[in-house]
């Protein structure tokens, strides 16, 4: 029976060890992986002239689409031709239509993207970076 005190307690010192290891392991993943946006996007009324250009905004056969707040949001507006940062960094993730080419546009802020050659896309998702 000692020879199994022994073996318990490696076997307990090794499972230590190994929590140890994975605790450490996280603790590094932490602090390596950068900081994505919350999920706290969200449409807003583009009918103030006042602020419509501080939002995130796409065109969609000239009506506008506004966006505030940090974070991502999935959406689905078709025929897209026209992209404004307002005054945010924003990420916008759309496929070309017709072709299925996806792209990922990040414009700094202030910043407006059209489309060209008449090409029109299909927003899939909005991130804005807090």
Not at 116 to 127: P, Q, R
Request: proline share 4%; with cysteine; glycine share 10%.
């Amino acid at each position: 029976m000692p020879g199994m005190k022994k073996n318990s307690l490696f076997r307990s010192q090794g499972l230590l060890k190994r929590g140890a290891v994975v605790a450490a392991a996280t603790a590094g993943l932490a602090v390596a992986i950068p900081a994505t946006p919350a999920a706290a996007v969200s449409r807003v009324d583009c009918h103030f002239p006042a602020v419509i250009d501080e939002y995130a905004r796409v065109e969609s056969r000239g009506l506008p689409t506004c966006f505030a707040n940090a974070g991502g949001m999935a959406v689905s507006i078709v025929n897209v031709s026209q992209f404004h940062s307002g005054n945010n960094k924003v990420t916008f993730f759309y496929t070309i239509e017709g072709s299925g080419y996806e792209h990922g546009l990040t414009l700094e802020k202030w910043q407006d993207h059209t489309l060209t050659f008449g090409a029109s896309a299909h927003l899939n998702e909005v991130l804005i970076w807090g």
